[in-house]
């Protein structure tokens, strides 16, 4: 019997746009979509800088913690919706689990 089993490690990697996780790139993109419908370059600028202020924020807010992290927050702290509730797991205001 080998004792020295390959274990795959990409198989539930996190979806990437490019080189970046989608959770740090969707910032930018949105602030440059939304850039770009204001007609202005000065409102591109503005909220292209806040999109990437608010990547980075992200980036270091999940680099020390789970690769789903940001996943995990959402569902804890947005309402449970039709779209956003999970059939197998408690409602996200029930906080104490039992079992």
């Known amino acids: 019997m080998r004792t020295d089993t390959y ?6 990697d996190n979806w990437k746009i490019g080189f970046w996780d989608v959770d740090v790139a969707a ?4 602030a440059g979509f939304i850039g770009y419908l204001s007609g202005t370059k000065m409102t591109f600028a503005l ?11 992200i980036s270091r807010l999940k680099s ?36």
């Open 7 to 12: 274990i795959p490690r990409r198989l539930d």
């Open 27 to 30: 910032p930018v993109l949105l």
């Open 47 to 57: 909220s292209m800088a806040a999109g990437i202020a608010l990547s980075r924020w």
């Open 64 to 99: 020390e913690r789970h690769p789903a992290f940001a996943i995990h927050w959402l569902w804890w702290h947005l309402p449970a919706t039709p779209l956003t509730r999970l059939a197998a797991t408690p409602p996200s205001h029930i906080r104490r689990m039992v079992g």
